[in-house]
């Protein structure tokens, strides 16, 4: 949970700054630019949905308030829109490294001071599921479902007229993420693969630092 709660904050805050560098100052005047985690809060789709979701034992969806912007307020309208769209995938990717170096910091450091091989298990496998966490948000948000991420840099690579209707359609983008998690798992598993088969090839890489006690925090 502590990673999980960094990684969305992260995600969320970035958007806010990358706003704010393009000439935006909502996030920042609405006290959004912030890494209180009760700011990010959304009544809906941080608390309601996961528990309705769960209730009815369906695939589980929730996030963070989105950061509220102002796109009329960017220097060049395109290209912030972009930049922020992407400022909290780019920041996730950042997260992901961070863990990955990090893990080596900890098993390096276990070789040093035995004594502390438990709590460094404990680091180890908390920046394991960092660097699966943050693949999967960064895999998650670029689905070109509105209103996602990656659906904002879609919209730009469609003919105008198209782009209008998807836009439109982002109204009904829960909806279609709920029903596409529910209805057709596989495709979405299939989108996320590549999450998995980084995080899977960065453990064998340090599988000769990862500590004992890791694998076991991990099954």
Known sequence: MPVLLFSVIA??????????????????MLG???????????????????????????PILGGAKPVPVNPRKYRNFKRGDIIVSLAGVFTNLLVAIAC????AVFGF????????????GILQA?????????????????IPIP?????????????PSWSIKYVQFGRMGVGLLIALMYLAPGALSFWLTPA?????????????????STQQWLQ
């Open 11 to 28: 995600h969320e805050f970035a958007h806010g700054y990358a706003a704010l560098r393009q000439g935006d100052d909502t996030a920042l």
């Open 32 to 58: 959004r630019l912030t890494w209180n985690p009760i700011k990010h809060i959304d009544p809906f789709m941080t608390v309601i949905l996961p528990i309705m979701l769960a209730f009815i034992h369906a």
């Open 100 to 103: 990955a170096l990090l893990l």
């Open 109 to 120: 450091a276990a070789r040093l001071l035995p004594s502390l091989h438990p709590s460094l």
């Open 126 to 142: 908390m920046m394991i599921l960092g660097v699966r966490l943050n693949l999967i948000l960064i895999a998650f948000n670029l």
């Open 147 to 159: 209103p996602l991420d990656g659906s904002h840099v879609m919209k730009y690579l469609l003919p």
């Open 196 to 212: 998995d088969t980084v995080t899977y090839a960065t453990i064998n890489a340090m599988r000769g630092i990862i500590l004992p």
